[in-house]
C-alpha cells in the first residue's frame, strides 16, 4: 500500500508554485496599494497584482512580506463620525439631507447613520460615490 502511495506521488504531475506577489516597503494600516507597493516575483502573473491594487491593507504588511488577501479590504469611503449626503428616492421622489455615519463603510455596507436634523438613526447603503442610500 505504501509502494502504490509513493509511486501515485511520484507519477502526479506538480504544478509549480509561483512566488506570492510581496510588498516593496512596509504598508502601514489603513494604505491604499498602488503598483509601486507591490514587488513581482519574475513569473508572477499581472492579475495577480492587478487584484491587489487599489485595496486597502487591514494590518502593517512589511517590506519583503508576501501580500495575502486577508489582508486587504476594499477602502473605506465613508470615515466613523463623517457628515454625509444621505438620499431617500423613490420615483421621482428625491429627498437628500445631512447625516453623521456612525461607523465606518465601504461600497456596498450598510452602515448606521444619524440624521442631523431628527436625530433618528437610519440603516443606509454606502454608494460607490460615497453617498448613503436609504432603502426600503
Do not use: H, K
Request: aromatic share 2%; glycine share 6%.
Amino acid at each position: 500500500m505504501r509502494f502504490l502511495v509513493v509511486i501515485i506521488a511520484l507519477c502526479w504531475p506538480l504544478q509549480a508554485l509561483s512566488a506570492p506577489v510581496s510588498a516593496s516597503r512596509t504598508l502601514p494600516a489603513g494604505t491604499i496599494i498602488g503598483p509601486a507597493d507591490l514587488v513581482l516575483p519574475p513569473d508572477a502573473d499581472m492579475a495577480d497584482a492587478d487584484a491587489l491594487i487599489g485595496q486597502q491593507t487591514r494590518i502593517t504588511i512589511y517590506a519583503g512580506r508576501p501580500v495575502a488577501a486577508t489582508q486587504l479590504r476594499a477602502p473605506r469611503l465613508v470615515a466613523r463620525n463623517q457628515i454625509v449626503p444621505l438620499v431617500f428616492s423613490q420615483g421621482s421622489l428625491r429627498i437628500e439631507i445631512s447625516g453623521r455615519a456612525l461607523s465606518e463603510g465601504s461600497a456596498g455596507d450598510m452602515i448606521p447613520v444619524m440624521n442631523l436634523s431628527s436625530r433618528q438613526t437610519v440603516s443606509a447603503l454606502v454608494a460607490p460615490d460615497g453617498t448613503l442610500r436609504i432603502t426600503r
